[in-house]
Structures are given as C-alpha cells and as structure tokens.
C-alpha cells in the first residue's frame, strides 16, 4: 500500500510537468501550482516535530530521555497526586490507549501551564516504569507530529530533500536517453539540446542528493563520506555524466557530437538502474536498504514508526514539488539554450 501511495505520488508528478510538453512555456497557473505544492511540503517537513507517543515509551525507553512525546494529558478534575513528596499526575497515550497510566512529575509552575490544555508535546525522563519527569514542554496543540525512529531522530526530516533530489536525477537522465534516441532516429539538433539540458540537470540533482546524503552521514556515521555502497555507486554515476560533458566539450562538429553525444547517454543510461537501485540493496552497507540491514529503508519498510501517513503525505507534496521545479528548470534552460543557439548561428 505504502508503494503504492508514493507511486501514485511519482505518476502525479510526472503528468503535472508534462502538461503542455517539455518545450512550451509552461502558463502561470502551472507555476503558481508548483510554487504552492513545493511551499506547502517545505512547511509540512519544518514546522513538525519529531516525537514519539506516550504507548511506545517501554520500547524506546533507552532513547526517550533525548526526545519529546506527544500525549493527551487528563487531570482528573485538576486533582495533583502526590508521591515521595512530589507532585504527579496521570497521563495517557495518544496513538493508543495505555492500560495503566504513566505518572508524570511536575512542579506547581507546570501544572499550571499544563492545565491550559489536554494536547501537549513534552520532554520527560524516565525515572523507572511508569514513573516520568516532565523536563520541558516543548509545544501545545500540536496539529502534526512525525514518529521518532530510532537512530534517524529529527534527521528523518531530510528523506523529504534527499529523496526527491535522487529519483529527480533518475528522471532527468532517462529524459537525457530517450531524446538522444530521437535525435538518432529524426537528427534534429532540438533534440540533441534536450539531451543535454536535461543530462546537465540530472548532474546537478544527483550531486545535491549527494551533499544531502553526506550532511546526513556525518551526523549518523560520524563523517561526511565512508565509501558506503550507495554513496560509491552515485560517485560512478557522477563520474560518468562528468565524462559526458567532457564528451560534448572536445567535439566541435555540432552533427558529430550530437552523435556521439547521443550515443554515450543511452549507454550512460544503462547503468543508472543498476548503480542506483540494484548495486546498493545487494552489498552490505550503512545506508538504509542496503544488504543485511533488515529494511528497505525509512520510505518502504514496513516497520512500526517509520514513514507514518503525515509524513508519507509531506514526503510525496516534496516528491511532487521538487519535480516540478526540475521540469520548470528544464523547460526554462532548454528555451534558454535554443536562443543562444540561434544567436551564436
């Protein structure tokens, strides 16, 4: 089901940029619908907060001391129970009831705030089952919260950026492919810009999912690059459209490197699902997926907390947005360089 939502979500994407085709100027309500989708996904990733419910406390007791919690607070008729002197009341989950209620310890001041409302994400620590000390009340009302998974924390966050910028460069070189085999097939120079444009596009892409990803491994894996299988597969890949480029730049004939253009970017294709989608999920390796880890990963794994429906709807609004901001790019730089051909002819 969760597959089925995020390709649901990729489809989407790809209708909305093809409308009116790739070389057309795109009309003013398309683009105020992408600067809306993509607003809205940027505020649904920040505004959030990472926390985990009140019923899942026993399972991430290690952790919770460095995390807040959401939870539904009841005070029986603002009765304050008292325990080794200490102040307490009873608090209950909110994603599932919890048979037997959590004491929470607060002081006078905070009971006072506390009573303003039953909606609160907290910070406790945990002093022994059952029994918790309210540290910090981080935020009231919350009308979205995002699942604490274990090790990713408020990093999580980031999948909604790092993982648009890899499928987009995926996109973008199969865009890159199929209009140098038109252009092998009609030979008009048009095509072979296309070509280009969008490999130019994809490059740029897969190397902002790659300083996402190595930002996001040196606050996990302590640096910013560790030769893991996937971060080595998108360095080849990279390697190889930079020979592209090169390519392109040492051929002056336009027809010849058109064709030969043409011809290294289907076979530069070729390896673009292995090293992306095949390489990394059959070796061993840090990142999520990889061979051995026991998932496939924060986005497809079906394990409890992972990508809960706030975030997979947050997660496919960036998909989205991010997508359309890639055919708005290549729109605006393929009508950019067909100009400056015309103007250099």
Known sequence: MKLLVILSGFSLAILI????????EKPFIWKLLTIAILISGAILTLYPRVAASISEIDEIAPYINNMPIPTEIFIKEHTVYEEDSRNFIEIYGTNSFVDKPHKLFVNEKNLEVLKKSNHWI?????????????????????????????????????????VPMAWIAVLAYFISMFFAAKYLRRKEINDDVMAATSASLGTLFAILATVSGS???????????????????IFILLLIYFAYFALRGSIEREDIRAKASAVYSIIAFVTVPFLVFVLPRITAGLHPGSQGGGMSGPILSTQKGMLDSSLMFSFSLCVIGFTLIFFWMLNVNYRTNIIKKSVEE
Request: net charge positive.
């Open 17 to 24: 940029g093809f409308y009116k085709g790739l070389k057309q």
């Open 215 to 233: 930002v996001w491994a040196k606050f996990n894996w302590g640096s910013f690059w560790n030769w893991d299988p996937r971060e080595t597969s």
């Open 122 to 162: 907290i910070k406790v620590q945990i002093l022994e089952e059952n029994r918790l000390l309210l540290k910090e009340i981080v935020q009231s009302k919350p009308w979205i919260s995002y699942p604490y998974v274990l090790s990713l924390d408020d990093r999580i966050k980031i999948l909604n950026f790092h």
